[in-house]
């Protein structure tokens, strides 16, 4: 057989994460996402969704999405540049430059097409990048598409950061790129103190707030708007697979000149097929939701409150914060990956993560608060992880909160 050693190196490879018991296997859901769910023939109580506002079963969400497939089929079946713009997508991203601040929008099939796009079609050679080094792997992944030099600073560490601009006086343009929330701890980036940096150095500032947006700031707009930062924004991007509904895309949102720029160059947007109509008219139907209602929004931060403060009586860490993706740490990979395995055995269905996706010796399970989680199920969930951390003998860290 062709290839048979590389095909020998991999099954191998994967054998050795099943016995170290890294090896993931995607369950098969058989109900729709929500608080609760069913894999096989067992409920479970879910904790592995960003739909934090409970957006994707919302009836009005649902109803814009059938109206907008009724009106205007399921695709365009082409890029937009190719097959034309719908009114549709017209809407979205004028709306979403409203609601964030920003001078334009531009709309992706994903949130993962909308970072990759970000830099290979803004920079050069001659340019500089610094990237927290916890940024997300689609940032990552933008990053390495594009010719710029790439500096990575410690998460949060403005010293360091600073320490790298001042070494880039040979650049010609220099952006700085972080998350606004951090997905795997759901701490809140230091902005101000990124764009006072900004400003001193003349930098652009690159900020994924998918983490972000609809969560916090008034009516959810975003860790800018919580911060007072709106006018600053020069670049954000986002995404439509959390709380803004939970469907398909992802956006990219700033200054008029470099939105301009990615519509005409950027090879994610030009070279995919459109966002369907109906995961556009879903996430305008999001956006007008959490302008209208604020109700959505206060339930789900009494929601995280009482399961934060469930967890700290066990004596179980959790990142300071009031973010609903909850960060248990349990520092070692194998024992977050029994600890996932014994949460799932008693019913509650809760994500680890690991290195590289984390720091060596920081792994945790997160654990994602909703607004249709009940209160009994909250409770529920961290009764589990409480005697999950008993019954497999993990160190309660509580006092420690140190990463």
């Known amino acids: 057989?062709?290839?048979?050693?590389?095909?020998?190196?991999?099954?191998t490879e994967a054998k050795h994460?099943?016995?170290?018991?890294?090896?993931?296997?995607?369950?098969?859901?058989?109900?729709?996402?929500?608080?609760?769910?069913?894999?096989?023939?067992?409920?479970?109580?879910?904790?592995?969704?960003?739909?934090?506002?409970?957006?994707?079963?919302?009836?009005?969400?649902?109803?814009?999405?059938i109206g907008a497939i009724e009106t205007w089929g399921v695709g365009l079946a082409s890029p937009r540049m190719a097959a034309g713009t719908l009114p549709l997508h017209a809407e979205l991203e004028q709306t979403l430059a409203r609601f964030l601040g920003t001078g334009d929008a531009l709309v992706f099939?994903?949130?993962?097409?909308?970072?990759?796009?970000?830099?290979?079609?803004?920079?050069g050679d001659r340019d500089y990048l610094f990237c927290d080094e916890l940024?997300?792997?689609?940032?990552?992944?933008?990053?390495?598409?594009?010719?710029?030099?790439?500096?990575s600073y410690r998460n949060q560490d403005m010293e360091h950061l600073e320490d790298r601009l001042r070494r880039s006086r040979a650049a010609r343009f220099?952006?700085?790129?972080?998350?606004g929330v951090f997905p795997l701890s759901g701490l809140t980036a230091n902005l101000r103190d990124i764009y006072g940096l900004a400003a001193k150095y003349n930098a652009l500032v690159a900020v994924d707030d998918s983490q972000g947006i609809g969560i916090v700031?008034?009516?959810?707009?975003?860790?800018?708007?919580?911060?007072?930062?709106?006018?600053?924004?020069?670049?954000?991007?986002?995404?439509?697979?959390?709380?803004?509904?939970?469907?398909?895309?992802?956006?990219?949102?700033?200054?008029?000149?470099?939105?301009?720029?990615?519509?005409?160059?950027?090879r994610a947007y030009l070279s995919s097929t459109a966002l369907p109509p109906a995961s556009v008219a879903a996430a305008l139907e999001a956006l007008s939701l959490l302008r209208s209602d604020p109700s959505l929004r206060e339930q789900l931060g009494l929601n995280v409150k009482l399961f934060r403060?469930?967890?700290?009586?066990?004596?179980?860490?959790?990142?300071?914060?009031?973010?609903?993706?909850?960060?248990?740490?349990?520092?070692?990979?194998?024992?977050?990956?029994?600890?996932?395995?014994?949460?799932?055995?008693?019913?509650?269905?809760?994500?680890?993560f690991c290195h590289p996706v984390v720091p060596e010796g920081a792994a945790r399970i997160r654990a994602q608060v909703t607004v249709r989680h009940s209160q009994k199920a909250l409770s529920?969930?961290?009764d589990a992880f409480a005697e999950g951390a008993t019954e497999l003998k993990i160190a309660r860290t509580f006092d420690n909160k140190s990463e």
Not at 26 to 31: A, F, G, N, R
Not at 36 to 43: A, K, L
Not at 135 to 151: E, F, H, N, W
Not at 329 to 346: E, G, N, T
């Open 309 to 352: 403060d469930a967890l700290a009586e066990h004596g179980l860490w959790t990142a300071e914060g009031d973010h609903p993706a909850v960060a248990v740490l349990i520092r070692h990979a194998v024992a977050a990956q029994r600890l996932a395995d014994f949460l799932f055995r008693k019913g509650v269905f809760a994500i680890g």
């Open 217 to 266: 700031g008034e009516h959810g707009r975003g860790t800018h708007d919580q911060l007072g930062l709106t006018d600053r924004i020069d670049l954000v991007s986002g995404s439509f697979g959390a709380a803004l509904g939970g469907g398909a895309g992802g956006f990219v949102a700033g200054r008029k000149e470099i939105v301009t720029w990615l519509r005409q160059k950027s």
């Open 1 to 11: 057989m062709r290839n048979s050693a590389f095909l020998q190196f991999l099954g």
């Open 109 to 123: 099939p994903s949130g993962y097409h909308a970072n990759t796009s970000l830099f290979e079609s803004l920079l």
């Open 380 to 382: 529920q969930a961290a």
């Open 17 to 65: 994460l099943e016995q170290a018991g890294l090896l993931r296997r995607e369950p098969l859901l058989t109900t729709p996402s929500g608080p609760t769910i069913r894999i096989g023939d067992r409920e479970l109580l879910n904790f592995a969704s960003s739909d934090y506002l409970g957006l994707s079963a919302h009836p009005a969400v649902k109803k814009a999405a």
């Open 135 to 151: 940024i997300r792997p689609s940032l990552t992944d933008g990053v390495r598409l594009c010719r710029a030099r790439v500096y």
């Open 174 to 179: 220099r952006i700085i790129v972080t998350d």
